[in-house]
């Protein structure tokens, strides 16, 4: 079977979950299948990577119209595959338009949702209005569904209710829990200039609204003083939110900050993961957080955010804690202050009993060892394949 996946992101060029994701089962589904990847950005010396620039004529246009340019590209490339599988609304149309001109099925993992992320059109300006409708198009018309967690898969029903629920699948995204494991070196905390003798909180994601820093930068200013904060954030969405968070990061009445702000290696990022008292995923809005499970694969305690996926990754009490949300339609918190109280509350309490912060962290790595395999994924994914072969 050759089988055809489709993304904006594959490595290098990676900056998110999404890229992650296929990065892994890209990796696994070769050991199965005839995999072709298709992605965006410069070209690819892997082989089977094919990668897609935007089209001369679309070099100044709108961002979304620079996105279906390159969909169409990667469609047309579709030729010959017996499926195609793509992964975001960036890629989303370029499965629908191959699936329509050559007559193969079309399977879209849902790794976010556009009509749950409205703060996008301070990013995308009219382009907004043109990538929710390229991915309600897309999802309408798949013949197959993966939402990365049951909270995704309600998400999904209740946002594209002509969808019909049989439609729609759960399949976890995973973890390589030999590459993600505790590195106990100090060389990256070195060239950082981060105390190991001192505990501290570590943050690893994109400067976006989705992923809450501006509520985490809120709450650390209640953080016990003997503590480090480590931010591993960088790729603002917009200018807006850079100078916001900027303003947080310089308002901080406390040393040991440390706001690292270009993309780290992974060695690196595993190292920092390692060493922290704390992981914080403080996300308004996250299908599964794929970043939760690399923390625990370090052995790191998890303190994140009660909201999509994340509980079914993150056992409350037993591999971390979670922090209740009561958001409004545009994931805002209906009560920051609330929220960032009892984000801080929940990071006190592990940061002074690091006895228990440990416990946690050793049982997240072995939830993360028994549940999310790659390998298991990627089993599943090819027997969703096999039920659309004619």
Known sequence: MRVDLLSREYPPEVYGGAGVHMEYLARELRKLADVRVRCFGADRTEPGVSAY?????????????????????????????????????????????AKMLHGIPHVITTHSLEPLRPWKAEQLGGGYTISSWAERTALASADAVIAVSEGMRRDVLSAY????????????????????????????????????????VVFVGRITRQKGLVHLL???????????????????????IAAEVTEL????????????????????????????????????????????????????????TATGGIPEVVADGETGLLVPISQGPDGTPYDPDRFAADLAERVNALLRDPARARALGVAGRARAVEH????????????LYATLRP
């Not at 310089?250 to 993961?273: A, C, N, S, T, Y």
């Open 53 to 97: 620039r935007v089209p001369q004529g679309l070099a100044a246009a709108n961002a979304a119209l620079q996105v279906l340019g390159v969909d169409l590209e990667m469609a047309a490339a579709c030729e010959g595959a017996d499926v195609v599988h793509s992964h975001t609304w960036y890629a989303n149309f370029a499965g629908h338009v």
């Open 161 to 200: 209710p002509e969808i019909p629920p049989e439609r729609v699948s759960v399949i976890h995204n995973g973890i390589d829990t030999a590459e993600y494991a505790p590195d106990h070196d100090l060389d990256v905390l070195e060239k950082h200039g981060v105390d190991p003798r001192r505990p501290y």
């Open 218 to 240: 809120r709450a650390a200013r209640s953080f016990d003083r003997d503590a480090q904060l480590v931010l591993c954030a960088g790729a603002p969405d917009t200018p807006e």
């Open 249 to 304: 990061v310089r308002g901080l009445d406390r040393d040991g900050v440390f706001w690292i702000q270009e993309m780290l290696p992974k060695p690196e990022v595993i190292q920092l993961l390692t060493h922290a008292t704390v992981f914080v995923c403080p996300s308004v809005y996250e299908p599964m957080g794929i970043v939760n499970l690399e923390a625990m694969a370090c052995e790191t305690a998890v303190v994140a």
């Open 372 to 383: 999310f395999s790659w390998e298991r994924i990627a089993h599943r994914t090819m027997d």
